[in-house]
Nanobody, 120 residues
Framework: QVQLVESGGRLVQAGDSLKLSCVAS????????MGWFRQAPGKEREFVAA???????YYADSVKGRFTISRDNAKNTVYLQMNNLKPEDTAVYYC??????????????WGQGTQVTVSS
């Protein structure tokens, strides 16, 4: 089992930057695909970004050019750098882990979420 803990969410203004972190408890962190998802009130959870164990990176069109996903395997941590935040980015952000290389689906482990609120 893998346990994930997100942190870094807070209230910011439109145009600000924010960096989220997610620490995993598993010993095989480097072999997992790690992803970020978000869910706004009244909406379904949506894919944001993913970073598998290889060099590929994946982003939703809505965040391309603004968000950057990265990982530090030595620290069992995945990050989401968010720049030029918009009010529509307001959501609970979740990190997730998968044993498969399917960047947008089939994540088996989820964190508790961290709230990001962007004021206009």
């Amino acid at each position: 089992q893998v346990q994930l803990v997100e942190s870094g969410g807070r209230l910011v203004q439109a145009g600000d930057s924010l960096k989220l972190s997610c620490v995993a408890s598993g010993r095989t962190f480097s072999s997992y695909t790690m992803g970020w998802f978000r869910q706004a009130p009244g909406k379904e959870r949506e894919f944001v970004a993913a970073i598998p164990w290889d060099v590929s990176l994946y982003y939703a069109d809505s965040v391309k050019g603004r968000f950057t996903i990265s990982r530090d395997n030595a620290k069992n941590t995945v990050y989401l750098q968010m720049n030029n935040l918009k009010p529509e980015d307001t959501a609970v952000y979740y990190c997730a882990a998968s044993r498969l290389r399917l960047p947008t689906t089939n994540y088996g482990y989820w964190g508790q979420g961290t709230q990001v609120t962007v004021s206009s």
